[in-house]
């Protein structure tokens, strides 16, 4: 039986993997920082763990064949982020090397790349440019974790359930907007987050694997014109026509409104990473997308 190690294992997609990989003959060791896991699968190893705290992570992989590695840092200060993302990594990594973890995986973001058009774009085409401290720090994590031979995963938009980030930040844009920017012209990489962690449950579980880095999204882009016409339905209703703005006009409007134009840069160009071969790669199904998953979503966001 295949023994997994998971950290973030009560995170936003820690906890898809979890259900995930239950759904086959492994077994599970998991970590996990300030959340307790509520109801354990049965059989599981459940340890306390704080990637800043070196000591804490002896234990994690002991007996591990797979370590997938799903907690990060966001939204932290520099320092507690390369404490985290950086040092912590760093430390996980050899743990895993000492307890010989046959394969690594690390859960990272498409966010290393920046802001830029990016159409149908693979790994070795594109140079990373973080523009944050969680980017930066991620891709640090990411260098680390190629050093010892392991796997990267770069997810851009990840939506479902436990979102907190990608969908409400969306729908504050629009809230405060209440216009489209020229259109929503533009095309992004989404995944729903139970298709992330499918993905990642394969690359845990596949005999052999033909990269060292995957996009881990929905292999078809999202029209963004599609996905804020189905965010809008979050929104209050309003009268009248909506407005129709350029960049630079809802640039004025956002920073107006003590804002940034942060949300508004993830979509207002595309960001379409080429991901099929993830889903090649594992032999799994990467969903029917963004159409079809989004709608079963909206209790989550509405009750949120």
């Given at each position: 039986?295949?023994?997994?190690?998971?950290?973030?294992?009560?995170?936003?997609?820690?906890?898809?993997?979890?259900?995930?990989?239950?759904?086959?003959?492994?077994?599970?060791?998991?970590?996990?920082?300030?959340?307790?896991?509520?109801?354990?699968?049965?059989?599981?190893?459940?340890?306390?763990?704080?990637?800043?705290?070196?000591?804490?992570?002896?234990?994690?992989?002991?007996?591990?064949?797979?370590?997938i590695h799903?907690?990060?840092?966001?939204?932290?200060?520099?320092?507690?982020?390369?404490?985290?993302?950086?040092?912590?990594?760093?430390?996980?990594?050899?743990?895993?090397?000492?307890?010989?973890?046959?394969?690594?995986?690390?859960?990272?973001?498409?966010?290393?790349?920046?802001?830029?058009?990016?159409?149908?774009?693979?790994?070795?085409?594109?140079?990373?440019?973080?523009?944050?401290?969680?980017?930066?720090?991620?891709?640090?994590?990411?260098?680390?974790?190629?050093?010892?031979?392991g796997v990267?995963?770069?997810?851009?938009?990840?939506?479902?359930?436990?979102?907190?980030?990608?969908?409400?930040?969306?729908?504050?844009?629009?809230?405060?907007?209440?216009?489209?920017?020229?259109?929503?012209?533009?095309?992004?990489?989404?995944?729903?987050?139970?298709?992330?962690?499918?993905?990642?449950?394969?690359?845990?579980?596949?005999?052999?694997?033909?990269?060292?880095?995957?996009?881990?999204?929905?292999?078809l882009p999202?029209?963004?014109?599609?996905?804020?016409?189905?965010?809008?339905?979050?929104?209050?209703?309003?009268?009248?026509?909506?407005?129709?703005?350029?960049?630079?006009?809802?640039?004025?409007?956002?920073?107006?409104?003590?804002?940034?134009?942060?949300?508004?840069?993830?979509?207002?160009?595309?960001?379409?990473?080429?991901?099929?071969?993830?889903?090649?790669?594992?032999?799994?199904?990467?969903?029917?997308?963004?159409?079809?998953?989004?709608?079963?979503?909206?209790?989550?966001?509405?009750?949120?």
């Amino acid at each position: 039986m295949t023994t997994v190690t998971i950290t973030g294992a009560t995170g936003f997609v820690g906890r898809q993997v979890v259900r995930a990989l239950t759904r086959s003959d492994v077994s599970l060791r998991l970590a996990t920082h300030r959340k307790p896991i509520a109801a354990a699968p049965p059989g599981s190893v459940v340890l306390p763990a704080d990637l800043a705290v070196p000591g804490s992570l002896s234990r994690l992989c002991d007996g591990a064949d797979v370590l997938i590695h799903c907690a990060s840092m966001i939204g932290g200060t520099t320092a507690a982020s390369n404490a985290v993302n950086v040092d912590g990594t760093r430390s996980l990594l050899r743990v895993a090397a000492k307890a010989k973890v046959g394969r690594v995986i690390y859960l990272s973001t498409a966010s290393v790349y920046g802001r830029g058009v990016y159409r149908n774009a693979t790994p070795d085409e594109l140079t990373p440019a973080p523009l944050s401290i969680a980017s930066r720090t991620r891709l640090a994590a990411e260098q680390e974790v190629l050093a010892a031979g392991g796997v990267v995963v770069r997810p851009y938009l990840v939506y479902g359930d436990g979102d907190r980030w990608v969908i409400p930040g969306l729908a504050k844009l629009l809230g405060t907007l209440r216009a489209d920017v020229d259109g929503w012209p533009a095309r992004v990489s989404m995944v729903d987050v139970e298709d992330l962690a499918q993905g990642l449950a394969g690359l845990a579980l596949a005999p052999a694997l033909g990269s060292a880095i995957y996009h881990g999204n929905h292999p078809l882009p999202v029209p963004v014109a599609e996905l804020m016409q189905a965010i809008s339905c979050l929104l209050p209703r309003t009268s009248g026509v909506p407005a129709s703005l350029t960049y630079d006009e809802a640039a004025a409007r956002l920073t107006a409104a003590g804002g940034s134009t942060h949300a508004l840069d993830m979509i207002a160009t595309d960001h379409w990473f080429e991901s099929a071969s993830l889903w090649r790669d594992t032999a799994c199904d990467p969903g029917p997308g963004f159409t079809t998953r989004f709608p079963d979503r909206l209790d989550w966001y509405r009750q949120d």
